[in-house]
């Protein structure tokens, strides 16, 4: 995993949302983050860690997501984009919101991954990160981001939790193989037990039985034949004997229904003629008598409506003349208004001055004091100036005395190194002689166990072919003493008589004999277990070599290290004695040189005291010497201002017209405010009045004038209706005299009640289709059974005799059927039970060797084997890098239990726990495991480029100790791994060039600077 970009905002310290660009950082291969305690960078990366699996290191599930947020934010964001070892690009973001009505209420807005795909941003529907980086968010805190608390945590697991984090991270549940057989053992019995289920269900199937059933069928199917010619027969009669049944019922039935439409064609003939009479009448007067109604409603609404005019018209008369006299009331004031506001404006004039008059008074008071605190700060500055000079001619006199510091310095790291290189080479020849020891004493441990020290190998592995070709061949027999003791056992089971329990057979003519092979089985069991004994003693007698061959290479590999070193230290001692070159120092007396350092160190510190309190001196002048040029240039503003306001004074009393300023003496600029704020809230009154009225006695014109417009209209609309309804009338007389009606109040009573003219004539018409239709139909049938008789009785007898014959054949044919149905399907149990014999027979063989694979890998054995493989592995790369950082004092190895364990060369090679290092030695021992699981995990995803970052431990270190650390991070850049570090160790910070360095600023939260 490679990050590319991280988004912060709201999260912990960081309250404004702050974007780390990582691609400078990772090009470097080697980047940090420094900066103070609580500053937020370990944030950063539970920020990371967070986005990616929705783990918090610090926060468990308590009130996560309200803890997590700054105090000061409604919005908590991560958005962090990152390379997985494919190469792929992904993006998780997360967002928590608070709620604006809770406080402590906050929840979950957005959470998503993203693949960049096709130049844009893909939705995955994944909840965490696991399937694209591989690892579970455990792990990955393992083995790419190692938080703070966990550094140690890999070589403090228990052997069941590192076992278990193996497995995972390298797959070696390919390796667990007990499940896998005993699945197939399991499944394969299982089907076994369901195979003796069903044929317990075939028990009574047989080719004897299929043979009945064929002979009961086909005699069945015989009967059935017979009986179904003679019912075709009788089907025959009985329809002809049918159709004519429903002949004479049809006629009774048509008969009936003509005499009953011959009444009702009396009635259609007289509805006939009243419509006749309702459409002529219809079409003379319906319209004529419509318009007499018209013209009467209309004549009543307008006559209303010009009532209501003339009402409207004279309330507005009335108040146009009110309107008129409120004006003319108003008149006197609105011809005086431009008096009215220019007193006004001599008021606000007559204000300012009272204003100006109160500020010069302030301003004279002002410039009292000030003039005072002018004088006392030029005193001031003064007295400082004269402090300074005399430290100034202090400080020049201890400079004359002072060394070089360049010539201690160099002096000092001289001495210092030659120390060093003595130390170290005294420390060199013993580690040289203990190592001698310990390989002497490794090399007598092979002869104790009787094995060449050279070739133990060879023999070892020999031992084991022989072994495993034994237990092969005690297996082979195993199973073949197995399978003869079973034939016995089925053959001690047949009996005359009874079915075979293999082939099912009732008939046993040659039943095989058999020997008894229990002894032999019991002879074979026991050779078994002592060859299993022995393979275990000589796997055990294996490791046990293996851990003295490992012991013996690391400590020749160390020995050799550390003669190159001895030769190396000795050289640079030499070289060392060479380049001392300064006078007044001897290279054999180091007391003296101590003696004239301290000396000089006195004198820095008393010139370093000086100096910082002529820092002050000066610090102190300055700021006196603002203090005195603020208060000339505010005394000088003030009397500026005084002048100022003299100027607008005399300005403002010319601009007075009406008002006299000696009549206001007495008043404050206050009391004139409230004056014009009165007056003009007067003018104002007065001007928004006469503007209402004006426009009221306008609209009140144009209204007048419309409504006696309209009411003209209404008078010329009624007299226009009125001729219209008498010519009308005289046009209904005239029609009337020409009708058979007596009067029209006859008329309007036939055509009140609405007819559907076309729905009756359509009625009329289908009336005399179907009277014509049902006529000619009792013709036909009468035509048709002519000379034909028909009896109910003889029909109700051939009835009888056709059901019961039908009936009959149903259950013939039903019978046929179930006959049939069950021939076949017993024909096809007969073959399902065939075959499930023969299926019976292999997975019974089947079990046989199944049974003997699942013993193979009992209890995770195998598992935990491949397990211990690889954890030794882990401490072969992981030593290389610890060898060097404990300078070859200590070294890592697993013990029997899968724990890893410390082995110490400085105490003869023993060994002790992981948990008795120290505070920097676990650290060392964490960070060389660190990098070897890192790596292993880097060569499994096949990733050109990996991840990996620290966020503690350094402080442990000592500067020797920080040196080496550098060193192999550095060197890791070669292993393309990029390797970030979180620390507030000075010396890193001037190591790393490429760096985030974090603050917290009070007001702003952490905020992030990118360096180098």
């Avoid at 420094?34 to 370990?42: D, E, N």
């Avoid at 009331?329 to 006004?344: C, G, H, R, S, W």
């Avoid at 010139?607 to 002048?621: A, I, S, Y």
Wanted: aromatic letters at 8%; proline letters at 1%; one cysteine or more.
């Amino acid at each position: 995993m490679i990050p590319v970009k991280l988004t912060l905002e709201g999260v912990y310290s960081y309250q404004k949302q702050q974007t780390i660009d990582f691609t400078a950082l990772t090009d470097a291969g080697l980047f940090g983050i420094f900066g103070a305690v609580a500053s937020g960078k370990s944030t950063i990366l539970e920020a990371i860690s967070f986005s990616l699996y929705g783990d918090s290191e610090r926060m468990g599930g308590t009130n996560r997501n309200y803890n997590m947020m700054n105090l000061k934010s409604n919005r908590m964001y991560i958005d962090f984009e990152f390379l997985n070892y494919e190469n792929k690009k992904y993006r998780a973001v997360k967002e928590y919101r608070r709620n604006s009505k809770n406080f402590n209420d906050v929840k979950i807005h957005a959470a998503a991954f993203y693949e960049w795909k096709e130049e844009a941003w893909m939705p995955l529907e994944i909840d965490n990160a696991e399937p694209i980086i591989g690892l579970s968010g455990v792990n990955f805190k393992r083995t790419i981001i190692i938080p703070q608390g966990k550094f140690k945590e890999f070589i403090e697991l228990g052997g069941k939790d590192r076992t278990l984090m193996m497995k995972e991270i390298f797959n070696l549940y390919q390796y667990d193989l007990y499940n896998n057989a005993k699945g197939i053992y399991n499944a394969n019995e299982h089907e076994l037990n369901m195979l003796i289920g069903k044929l317990s269900g075939y028990e009574n199937i047989s080719e004897e039985a299929i043979n009945e059933k064929t002979k009961i069928y086909t005699d069945q199917k015989a009967t059935f034949d017979i009986k179904l010619e003679e019912h075709k027969k009788l089907n025959e009669a009985f329809e002809q004997l049918k159709q004519l049944n429903a002949d004479f019922n049809l006629l009774q039935q048509q008969n009936k229904k003509l005499v009953a439409e011959e009444e009702r064609k009396k009635e259609i003939e007289k509805t006939e003629k009243s419509l006749k009479l309702y459409v002529q009448t219809h079409q003379q007067f319906d319209e004529i008598l419509r318009l007499k109604h018209q013209l009467g409603v209309k004549l009543a609404y307008e006559n209303a409506n010009l009532n209501n005019i003339a009402k409207e018209l004279a309330v507005n008369k009335e108040k146009f003349a009110k309107t008129a006299e409120s004006l003319t009331t108003l008149k006197p004031f609105i011809d005086a208004i431009d008096t009215e506001k220019q007193e006004v404006v001599d008021l606000e004039l007559i204000s300012q001055i009272l204003t100006y008059r109160s500020a010069i008074k302030k301003g004279e008071e002002r410039t009292e004091k000030g003039r005072t605190v002018v004088d006392n700060l030029s005193k001031e500055v003064d007295t400082i100036t004269k402090e300074i000079n005399k430290v100034d001619i202090k400080v020049e006199e201890i400079k004359s005395k002072l060394i070089d510091a360049k010539t201690l310095t160099a002096v000092e790291l001289w001495f210092s190194a030659n120390n060093a290189l003595k130390k170290q080479l005294a420390d060199r020849s013993g580690k040289l002689t203990d190592i001698s020891k310990q390989i002497e004493t490794t090399d007598n441990k092979f002869e104790e166990l009787n094995y060449d020290k050279n070739s133990w190998k060879e023999a070892i592995e020999a031992q084991s072919k022989q072994l495993n070709e034994q237990v092969a061949k005690a297996n082979r027999q195993k199973t073949q003493l197995e399978v003869k003791q079973k034939i016995a056992q089925f053959a001690n089971e047949i009996h005359e008589g009874a079915a075979c329990p293999l082939c099912g057979s009732l008939e046993h003519p040659q039943v095989i004999e058999t020997e008894d092979v229990g002894a032999d089985i019991l002879d074979n069991k026991r050779q078994l277990e002592t060859l299993d004994k022995q393979l275990k003693l000589n796997t055990a007698t294996y490791l046990e070599l293996t851990k003295l061959q490992e012991t013996k290479n690391s400590y020749n590999k160390n020995r050799e290290s550390i003669e190159a070193e001895l030769k190396n230290i000795e050289e640079e001692l030499q070289k060392q004695v060479s380049q001392f070159v300064w006078d007044g120092f001897s290279a054999d007396d180091e007391a003296a040189f101590k003696i004239v350092k301290a000396e000089n160190d006195q004198l820095i510190v008393e010139k370093d005291k000086l100096e910082n309190l002529q820092k002050e001196n000066r610090r102190v002048l300055e700021e006196t010497s603002r203090k005195f040029t603020e208060a000339k240039e505010l005394l000088a503003k003030i009397e500026e201002e005084n002048r100022y306001n003299e100027t607008l004074i005399a300005s403002n009393s010319q601009q007075l017209k009406l008002l006299q300023l000696p009549d206001f003496e007495n008043k404050t600029s206050e009391t004139v405010n409230q004056i014009i704020s009165e007056q003009k809230q007067l003018i104002k009154t007065k001007q928004d009045e006469h503007a209402a009225l004006e426009k009221q006695k306008t609209d009140l014109l144009l209204l007048i004038s419309s409504q006696k417009a309209t009411k003209e209209a209404f008078e010329k609309q009624i007299a226009q209706l009125s001729r219209e309804e008498s010519e009308n009338s005289a046009l209904i007389e005239s029609k009337l005299a020409e009708s058979s009606f007596e009067s029209i109040e006859a008329i309007e009573q036939l055509l009140s009640h609405r007819r559907d003219v076309e729905a009756e004539r359509v009625l009329i018409e289908s009336f005399r289709i179907n009277y014509n239709t049902l006529k000619q139909s009792v013709e036909e049938l009468e035509k048709r059974l002519e000379g034909k008789s028909f009896s109910p009785e003889e029909f109700e007898e051939r009835k009888h005799e056709f059901e019961e014959s039908e009936e009959m054949i149903i259950n013939l044919r039903n019978k046929l059927t179930t006959l049939k149905n069950d021939l076949e399907r017993t024909e096809k149990e007969y073959q399902e039970k065939k075959e499930l014999l023969i299926e019976k027979e292999k997975l019974e063989n089947r079990k046989a060797n199944i049974s003997i694979l699942t013993q193979l890998f009992t209890a995770n054995g195998f598992v935990n084997y491949v397990s211990s493989i690889y954890l030794k592995n882990l401490c072969a790369i992981a030593n290389e890098r610890f060898h060097r950082l404990t300078k070859n004092q200590l070294s890592l190895q697993i013990n029997d239990k899968n724990e890893f364990e410390v082995v110490d060369y400085l105490n003869n090679g023993r060994t002790r726990s992981v948990k008795t290092l120290s505070g920097g030695q676990s650290f060392q021992v964490s960070l060389s495991l660190a990098l070897a699981l890192a790596e292993n995990v880097q060569g499994l995803t096949n990733s050109e480029k990996n991840f990996f970052f620290i966020d503690e431990g350094f402080g442990t270190q000592d500067a020797e100790s920080v040196d080496i650390v550098f060193e192999t991070l550095s060197n890791l850049q070669k292993g393309n791994r990029i390797v970030g570090i979180i620390s507030h160790v000075e010396e890193l910070q001037e190591r790393i060039p490429k760096a985030l360095f974090i603050k917290n600023d009070i007001d702003e939260g952490s905020l992030i600077e990118v360096v180098g």
